[in-house]
Structure formats: structure tokens, C-alpha cells
């Protein structure tokens, strides 16, 4: 198990009604509301952001697979929407994703369903047509902000007690750095770094963290 994102995505919000600010690793945009419930509009609002997710997705795997085969398909064009249904207590969702191919000459229609397919088979449709559990985790500010810092000469991993919930994985999987009975218990000497980043990005409730030693200054070693 390993998280898909290095960086987990991250927002907040403040007393503005309905601003927020999302941060990528790569930088901020904020979303918002639309008017009719009482947000500005100044940016997407959480559903055109799963639906636009979607689409993204579905775009980049249909370029790549076309590049791949080396079609002639110079444009695609995805739009989606979705509607609900509810039946006693059971909320049904369903998305419709409209795909054209609007170039000169359309694909045959042994193409199209081959497209189709591989559509249908997009990361993100796997997800939203998968299983989804979504965990949440409450804390308070000071207790997310108390870490240790663990470095060696390539990376620093950073470790906050206060959410670890001890379920162990780190310190089964790779005992040789993870380990409870030593002092300090993350030994950053203990395997290389690509395996200890791989741990790192195992561990399920967000405890362990690194950067990269040349992007965030100087690490900090544990006291
Ligand atoms: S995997 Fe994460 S939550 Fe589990 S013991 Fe290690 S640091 Fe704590």
C-alpha cells in the first residue's frame, strides 16, 4: 500500500463564504461555490472538480494510447455531467462522459469501441467505479505540528507522534530502519533511500512524511 500523491493534497478555509484554498505540489488555486448557494463562483466548486478529474484523465490515457498506436486523432473532447438517484436510503450516482473526436476524418467504429474501452478503463473511472472507503482523521493544529526529524544525506523524514497510530507497518515492513526499542527509533541508516521513502509512503495515517534535503533548507535531526 503506498499513496498515489508524494505530497498530499491540502486545504483550508477561513470565514469567506465559500472560498477555499487548495494546495498541490506544484501550487494553489481556490475553489468555491456557486452563487445560488452562497459562494462567489471565483473557482470550480467541489463537484466540477471530481468531474473534471474525470475528464482529465480519461483525455491523457485516450493521448496516450492513441500516440502509442500512432492514430491520426489530432483532437479529443470530453464533457461530463452527472444527476443522482435515491431509493430509500441508497443515493445512486451516474456520470455520463460524452467523447467526440472532432478531426477531419472520425475513427472507424472498431477504433471508436477500442477507444471506448480504454476510456472506460481511465484511472479515475477504475477509482469512481471501484471500491472507495474515505478514512478521516480529526486533530487539533499543535498536535499535526509537533514532528521529529529524522535525516540522512538524501532525504529527511519527518515523523508526528501525535498521529501515529502505532498500527506498525512501518516498523514490521522494515525493521532495520522502524524500530520501537531503539533510540532514535527511525535509524535513517538502516537501508537506502528509495526504500525508505517507499515505507514512508505505506504508512496510513499521514505520520511520515520526507522532503527531498536540497528543496526544503537545511534537516533537522531528531534531539
Ligand atoms: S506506519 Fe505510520 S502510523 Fe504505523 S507505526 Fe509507522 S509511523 Fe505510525
Redesign the pocket.
Known amino acids: 500500500m503506498h499513496y498515489k500523491l508524494e505530497k498530499p493534497i491540502s486545504g483550508s478555509i477561513g470565514t469567506e463564504k465559500y472560498q477555499c484554498t487548495i494546495e498541490w505540489r506544484n501550487g494553489k488555486f481556490i475553489s468555491d461555490e456557486p452563487e445560488k448557494t452562497g459562494g462567489k463562483d471565483l473557482g470550480p466548486d467541489p463537484h466540477t472538480l471530481m468531474l473534471s478529474s474525470l475528464i482529465s484523465c480519461t483525455l491523457v490515457t485516450l493521448r496516450m494510447y492513441i500516440d502509442r498506436k500512432g492514430w491520426d486523432i489530432p483532437e479529443i473532447k470530453i464533457s461530463a455531467n452527472m444527476f443522482q438517484t435515491v431509493e430509500g436510503d441508497k443515493t445512486t450516482t451516474i456520470i455520463d462522459r460524452d467523447i467526440c473526436f472532432p478531426g477531419p476524418t472520425p475513427p472507424d467504429p472498431e477504433k471508436k469501441n477500442r477507444l471506448l474501452e480504454i476510456a472506460q478503463h481511465c484511472p479515475i473511472s477504475k477509482i469512481l467505479e471501484g471500491d472507495i472507503k474515505v478514512r478521516s482523521f480529526v486533530y487539533h493544529e499543535e498536535e499535526v505540528e509537533k514532528q521529529l526529524k529524522y535525516t540522512n544525506d538524501n532525504i529527511t523524514v519527518v515523523?508526528k507522534p501525535e498521529?501515529?497510530?502505532?498500527?506498525?507497518?512501518?516498523?514490521t515492513q522494515l525493521p532495520q530502519v522502524?524500530d520501537l526499542k531503539s533510540k532514535p527509533w527511525i535509524n535513517m541508516q538502516g537501508a537506502d533511500t528509495s526504500a525508505i521513502i517507499e515505507q514512508v509512503n505505506?504508512?496510513?495515517?499521514g505520520?511520515?512524511s520526507y522532503f527531498h534535503n536540497d528543496q526544503k533548507g537545511s534537516p533537522v535531526t531528531e534531539g
Do not use: D, E, N
Open positions: 515523523w498521529i501515529c497510530k502505532h498500527s506498525g507497518r512501518c516498523v522502524f505505506k504508512c496510513p495515517t505520520a511520515l
